[in-house]
């Protein structure tokens, strides 16, 4: 006996299902063999329930894209409730919100270099171009990726000695989960950037920036609810500070700062 492939329902003959209308399809019986695949989903109770599509749909990437702005409306209304009950299988939606917060420092970079030179006026119509991309927003880009990287990696090591069996992808889960806020605040300082309101700029820049340390702290807090021991938590996120600091003094020593205080002295030449 035929079953439905859209809503289950047993065919009894024909070629359109008589409840929904859907096609059916010569010599298929049961479950339809499409494979489906299953995507966590929010669900009210701030538990996460498992939600099938259908990957051979052509609107794949823009129902991928809908899920993760899904997501990041989950997390901004309920980000504590969200993370504790957040596991393994939203690893690549925290990967993408670490990957979005460390784009918004260059990207502002690289929009306010830009801005500046053309409000000087310094070269006229090429100020554009003489911010070079590389340099100021794809090489910053991969510095700070490879920066937040790190970090989650020191987490990680610092949890272990907390006596937890706490794996990588759950660290790099819940950092990215807490990040989402303060990557949604620096895209607040761009855009304050761009309609030249630098008060606001300057403002939602700092937030942002001292969210990263913001995040670390909840993670730690979310994943040592249940600490019985070892490594406190509270000294596991003053020492990634310590280590954040150390990354930054490693990284000021880098070519990226070089290359950073040799363009900053062109330009001094040129005004």
Same mark, same amino acid.
């Given at each position: ?9 047993? !065919? #009894? ?15 298929v019986t049961g479950i339809s063999e499409i494979t489906q695949e299953a995507k966590p989903v929010l669900a009210n109770d701030g538990g996460y329930v498992q939600v099938t599509h259908d990957p051979a749909k052509p609107n794949a990437v ?6 993760? *702005?899904? =997501? ?36 502002? !970079? ?26 100021? *927003? ?8 490879? =920066? ?5 990696? @020191?987490? =990680? ?17 819940? *950092?990215? @989960?807490?990040? @989402? ?18 008060? !606001? ?11 990263? *340390? ?24 003053? !020492? ?12 000021? #020593?880098?070519? =990226? ?7 900053? #002295? #062109?330009?001094n030449y040129l005004m």
């Amino acid at each position: 006996m035929n079953t439905c492939s859209n809503c289950g329902i047993t !065919l #009894e003959g024909g070629k359109f299902c008589g409840k929904c209308g859907t096609p059916v399809a010569e010599g298929v019986t049961g479950i339809s063999e499409i494979t489906q695949e299953a995507k966590p989903v929010l669900a009210n109770d701030g538990g996460y329930v498992q939600v099938t599509h259908d990957p051979a749909k052509p609107n794949a990437v823009k129902e991928a894209t809908s899920h993760y *702005f899904n =997501f990041i409306k989950d997390i901004w209304t309920q980000p504590t409730k969200a993370a504790r009950s957040a596991d393994e299988s939203l690893l690549m939606n925290g990967v993408i919100s670490v990957i979005l917060y460390a784009l918004m420092f260059p990207l502002i !970079l690289y929009v306010g270099m830009r801005s500046v030179l053309g409000t000087i006026g310094v070269l006229g119509e090429f100020a554009g171009a003489a911010v070079p991309l590389g340099k100021m *927003f794809l090489q910053p880009f991969l510095y700070f990726t490879l =920066f937040l990287a790190i970090v989650s990696v @020191i987490m =990680f090591g610092l949890i272990k000695l907390s006596n937890s069996n706490i794996t990588y992808k759950k660290v790099l889960t819940l *950092f990215g @989960i807490y990040l @989402i806020a303060p990557a949604i605040i620096l895209v607040l300082s761009l855009l304050s950037l761009l309609v030249n309101i630098y008060s !606001l700029f300057t403002i939602f820049l700092i937030l942002g920036f001292l969210g990263l *340390f913001a995040s670390i702290a909840f993670s730690f807090q979310t994943l040592n609810r249940d600490y019985t021991g070892g490594l406190d938590p509270q000294y596991s996120t003053f !020492l990634t500070y310590i280590g954040i600091g150390i990354v930054i003094w490693l990284f000021a #020593e880098s070519q =990226f700062i070089s290359n950073l205080r040799q363009f900053y #002295e #062109e330009m001094n030449y040129l005004m």
